[in-house]
């Protein structure tokens, strides 16, 4: 049955039979399930839905046939990265060929999801949920457990008549509000201590998905998780935000007391036994952040010496053009910075940006020799034209042969990483599967 024709019989409101979750899981969306999962630990009044994490086709479709013989209707989440989208469908097409019945709503949310709704929806999802899933999946899973009306949902789009209708969008939540991890399903990872983003890189997803102004979660509310996380035997601490030194600010200026009090907290509450990562995996720093004083601070209080940097371009005409906020000088300095200070710098690099002209490619080179010279290392990534972002009608970014040989140069001293070929080939797949309308 088509997905729209389905979700026509959901307003027929089925008799209330019990229900079940289950996450479509991946390792590459991992934290967003366990936000969701978190969420709905908060929900007493679903305490008694279990939640499956299955992950691939054979997992997802096993867990559903088991719980419907159970007797049981299923929502079956998914989430996912623009990257693996095509791989994700193609999952859910799968599944659905395998187990085509009424008693399972397929809901996807997300970056990805939520930038390309009409898209997903057409692909074959009953359900996208837009923007932040805290709020939304409770009421989803509340609306699907009680027979109700799952299209009515706050926050969520799907098809009538062939066409895309949304339901009113949710406000931005706050985080104190919300548990970072699943404690109870025993689900965790970095703690999420700062969602949105004041910058408006026009190649990042962040901004346009989670909002232009910076939410931070307390510091007591962060201690409350962490000393949780050290109950449950944790030994390493890092965090999840999209630029580290902003923590505590509103605007482009760090608030190093804001960012002291948060790291002074932590280390009391972990002790010296336990380690402490900041401005590094899975977050950066911005360059522009980096002085004397910010790296003294994390000399004191944080156990990484290696610290991600964003760069980009190494020409100020690509960085402006791509709104990055700072200059190529600003990227320098910070790195010579970083060295005196003991910490590595590992800095990110983006090839094949819109407008990126031989001369700019050059100056990127350059640039690059002179970070490793000084004693940086360089990531390298190829640009990916992502859903809801400026340059989501941009081509795919490509590597020139020049770019490609410089890096595996730099690669094989032990001076440079990534994925920029793997890269390459999701900006292709990206462009491919581009909706035919804009959705913009
Ligand atoms: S790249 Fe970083 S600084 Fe720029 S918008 Fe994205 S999260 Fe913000």
Same mark, same amino acid.
């Given at each position: 049955?088509?997905?729209?024709?389905?979700?026509?019989?959901?307003?027929?409101?089925?008799?209330?039979?019990?229900?079940?979750?289950?996450?479509?899981?991946?390792?590459?969306?991992?934290?967003?399930?366990?936000?969701?999962?978190?969420?709905?630990?908060?929900?007493?009044?679903?305490?008694?839905?279990?939640?499956?994490?299955?992950?691939?086709?054979?997992?997802?479709?096993?867990?559903?046939?088991?719980?419907?013989?159970?007797?049981?209707?299923?929502?079956?989440?998914?989430?996912?990265?623009?990257?693996?989208?095509?791989?994700?469908?193609?999952?859910?097409?799968?599944?659905?060929?395998?187990?085509?019945?009424?008693?399972?709503?397929?809901?996807?949310?997300?970056?990805?999801?939520?930038?390309?709704?009409?898209?997903?929806?057409?692909?074959?999802?009953?359900?996208?949920?837009?923007?932040?899933?805290?709020?939304?999946?409770?009421?989803?899973?509340?609306?699907?457990?009680?027979?109700?009306?799952?299209?009515?949902?706050?926050?969520?789009?799907?098809?009538?008549?062939?066409?895309?209708?949304?339901?009113?969008?949710?406000?931005?939540?706050?985080?104190?509000?919300?548990?970072?991890?699943?404690?109870?399903?025993?689900?965790?990872?970095?703690?999420?201590?700062?969602?949105?983003?004041?910058?408006?890189?026009?190649?990042?997803?962040?901004?346009?998905?989670?909002?232009?102004?910076?939410?931070?979660?307390?510091?007591?509310?962060?201690?409350?998780?962490?000393?949780?996380?050290?109950?449950?035997?944790?030994?390493?601490?890092?965090?999840?935000?999209?630029?580290?030194?902003?923590?505590?600010?509103?605007?482009?200026?760090?608030?190093?007391?804001?960012?002291?009090?948060?790291?002074?907290?932590?280390?009391?509450?972990?002790? !010296?036994? *336990? @380690?402490?990562?900041? $401005?590094?995996?899975?977050?950066? #720093? +911005?360059?522009?952040?980096?002085?004397? =004083?910010?790296?003294?601070?994390?000399?004191?209080?944080?156990?990484?010496?290696?610290?991600?940097?964003?760069?980009?371009?190494?020409?100020?005409?690509?960085?402006?053009?791509?709104?990055?906020?700072?200059?190529?000088?600003?990227?320098?300095?910070?790195?010579?910075?970083?060295?005196?200070?003991?910490?590595?710098?590992?800095?990110?690099?983006?090839?094949?940006?819109?407008?990126?002209?031989?001369?700019?490619?050059?100056?990127?080179?350059?640039?690059?020799?002179?970070?490793?010279?000084?004693?940086?290392?360089?990531?390298?990534?190829?640009?990916?034209?992502?859903?809801?972002? !400026?340059? *989501? @009608?941009?081509?795919? $970014?490509?590597?020139?042969?020049? #770019? +490609?040989?410089?890096?595996?140069?730099? =690669?094989?001293?032990?001076?440079?990483?990534?994925?920029?070929?793997?890269?390459?080939?999701?900006?292709?797949?990206?462009?491919?599967?581009?909706?035919?309308?804009?959705?913009?």
């Amino acid at each position: 049955m088509p997905a729209a024709e389905f979700l026509c019989c959901l307003t027929l409101k089925p008799e209330a039979a019990p229900i079940a979750v289950v996450w479509a899981y991946r390792r590459t969306g991992k934290h967003a399930f366990h936000v969701l999962t978190g969420a709905l630990e908060t929900r007493i009044d679903l305490a008694d839905v279990p939640i499956e994490f299955a992950n691939g086709v054979a997992a997802v479709s096993t867990a559903i046939a088991a719980l419907l013989a159970a007797g049981r209707r299923v929502l079956v989440g998914w989430s996912f990265y623009s990257p693996d989208a095509a791989v994700m469908v193609g999952e859910l097409q799968q599944v659905r060929r395998a187990i085509e019945d009424e008693r399972v709503l397929h809901v996807v949310g997300g970056v990805h999801a939520s930038a390309e709704p009409e898209a997903m929806l057409r692909s074959g999802f009953d359900l996208v949920a837009i923007g932040e899933g805290e709020q939304t999946i409770g009421e989803l899973v509340a609306a699907w457990r009680d027979a109700g009306d799952v299209r009515a949902v706050p926050g969520t789009a799907h098809l009538a008549q062939d066409r895309l209708v949304r339901t009113p969008r949710t406000a931005r939540l706050s985080l104190d509000d919300w548990p970072p991890v699943a404690l109870r399903h025993e689900r965790w990872g970095p703690i999420e201590i700062t969602r949105g983003c004041i910058y408006a890189c026009k190649f990042c997803q962040t901004p346009f998905f989670a909002g232009a102004a910076f939410r931070h979660r307390s510091v007591a509310n962060i201690r409350h998780w962490v000393r949780e996380l050290i109950h449950q035997g944790f030994r390493d601490f890092r965090f999840l935000t999209p630029t580290s030194l902003s923590y505590g600010s509103q605007g482009p200026e760090p608030e190093l007391a804001a960012v002291e009090e948060l790291l002074a907290g932590v280390r009391a509450d972990i002790g !010296p036994e *336990r @380690r402490l990562f900041f $401005g590094t995996f899975p977050s950066e #720093v +911005r360059p522009e952040h980096v002085s004397p =004083a910010a790296l003294q601070l994390l000399q004191r209080q944080v156990d990484n010496r290696t610290l991600i940097l964003g760069g980009q371009s190494g020409s100020d005409r690509v960085l402006a053009s791509s709104m990055r906020g700072h200059d190529v000088a600003a990227v320098e300095r910070a790195v010579v910075l970083c060295v005196e200070h003991g910490f590595v710098p590992h800095v990110d690099f983006l090839f094949g940006l819109p407008d990126e002209d031989q001369e700019d490619i050059e100056r990127t080179l350059c640039c690059m020799e002179r970070l490793v010279e000084a004693g940086a290392r360089v990531h390298g990534h190829t640009f990916l034209p992502l859903p809801g972002t !400026p340059f *989501r @009608r941009a081509a795919a $970014g490509v590597l020139t042969p020049v #770019v +490609r040989r410089h890096l595996q140069v730099l =690669a094989s001293r032990g001076a440079a990483y990534g994925q920029w070929e793997q890269q390459e080939v999701m900006a292709q797949d990206l462009v491919r599967a581009r909706s035919p309308r804009p959705t913009d």
